[in-house]
């Protein structure tokens, strides 16, 4: 008994100060790697829909909490005023959840461009939501907060052929974007008005 | 057990090198010889990992009950190799998109727990760090050869840039994963050879 007592005390022992060790170097490299992140995989698709824009969109960027999430948001400098903003939302595609990032002209709520950060879509048919800028090209001007929907769902935005449910999760995305722009509107003017142009 | 030091650091580098002669840790040797920079990459992993467990494990040996100890083992190499993957998500991005799974997949490659069991288990301290550094070192050198091989005939690079003029037509089968079979099985027949006398 005794020995099976020490068996499970080393044992336990041992997973506790992983665990321990871990938690802290975790703590110290979150930062960093979230940076990581927005560089290398947020980055890309934010710089392509702010295309245009005079400022470093990926320095200038602020966070906002939204009820239990921490969003960040990224502000694109047009014609020296920052009037855009570009945040990340996320749909339900055909394999997995689809990182969606949205650019909103705040002054008169349009969709300014849509991109695709993340995905687990089939090459070749899904994966074209991220590569053929036309299927994104049919949010641009709309107003952020109308319910898109794809047109066999009774909506105006045309699927990609032969893949229907990328469509719907992108669709999805965007207007889960249009949900968080609706809540947190007031958030967002807050900030931007302190950002200098 | 009249070995010296160098004799423990040595004997990872040639006589007992990880892949070709102990033939153990094909896993990364074959996916992650692609290109050098992968190859370097996945080696340092595993030598930063190695000599770190081997030291706690030799140092813990006369703790760590007998029953339990491949238990015991498998938690001090997660630690060390969880260390590795969060350290290089937030210092070398791109590597670890690339390398990916076998970050992780470290934990169970057979050097690791070969070393622990057969080495850092019933050794001192010392020698236990020169058969970790020999042994890791091993790796990443074998793993570097076979990443040359294979990147400069699939793919006409090393290290990213071009290696043959533009007139160079690439042998793709050698960085397809049947290529990384067939260099790896000339590699051990040259070692064989060699090791003949």
């Keep these: 008994m005794r020995e099976m007592l020490k068996l499970f005390l080393v044992v336990t022992l041992f997973g506790a100060i992983s665990g321990g060790l871990l938690a802290g170097v975790r703590a110290g490299t979150k930062e960093r790697i979230e940076y990581q992140q927005i560089k290398f995989v947020k980055g890309p698709a934010v710089l392509e829909i702010l295309k245009g824009c005079s400022n470093d969109p990926l320095a200038t960027r602020f966070k906002i909490q939204d009820g239990k999430e921490e969003r960040s948001f990224f502000v694109g400098v047009f014609d020296g005023k920052p009037n855009t903003v570009a945040f990340e939302s996320s749909g339900k595609g055909y394999g997995g959840d689809i ?5 909103v002209n705040i002054d008169n709520d349009q969709i300014v461009g849509v991109g695709v950060t993340t995905h687990r879509e089939t090459p070749g048919l899904g994966s074209r939501a991220k590569t053929d800028p036309r299927f994104a090209a049919q949010f641009k001007g709309q107003p952020v907060m109308e319910p898109f929907k794809v047109k066999s769902d009774g909506g105006k935005i045309d699927a990609l052929s032969g893949a229907t449910v990328t469509s719907r999760g992108v669709v999805g995305g965007v207007v889960a974007s249009g949900e968080i722009y609706k809540r947190l509107k007031f958030n967002i003017a807050e900030k931007m008005k302190s950002i200098k142009s | 057990m009249a070995k010296t030091v160098l004799q423990e650091f040595t004997k ?25 920079d992968n190859g370097v990459g996945m080696g340092l992993a595993v030598t930063f990992v190695l000599v770190c467990s081997n030291v706690l494990i030799s140092l813990l040996r006369k703790v760590i009950p007998r029953n339990v100890r491949i238990a015991c083992f498998i938690v ?3 630690t060390f190799v969880i260390i590795v993957e969060l350290v290089m998500q937030a210092y070398a991005y791109t590597l670890f998109e690339q390398m990916g799974i076998f970050i992780p997949l470290i934990v169970v490659n057979c050097i690791l727990l070969g070393r622990a069991e057969a080495f850092a288990s019933k050794n001192s301290v010392i020698p236990s760090i020169a058969d970790g550094f020999g042994m890791g070192l091993g790796f990443t050198i074998s793993l570097t050869i076979l990443a040359a091989i294979r990147e400069v005939l699939g793919n006409g690079t090393f290290l990213n840039k071009a290696v043959f003029g533009p007139s160079f037509e690439p042998y793709a089968f050698m960085v397809t994963a049947p290529g990384a079979f067939v260099c790896l099985g000339l590699m051990l027949c040259i070692m064989n050879l060699l090791g003949k006398k």
């Excluded at chain 2, 892949?19 to 153990?24: E, G």
């Design chain 1, 99 to 103: 990182g969606v990032v949205v650019a």
């Design chain 2, 12 to 36: 990872g580098l040639w006589a007992e090198v990880p892949p070709y002669r102990l033939v153990l840790g094909l896993c990364p040797a074959l996916a992650m010889t692609k290109s050098v």
């Design chain 2, 76 to 78: 001090v190499v997660a």
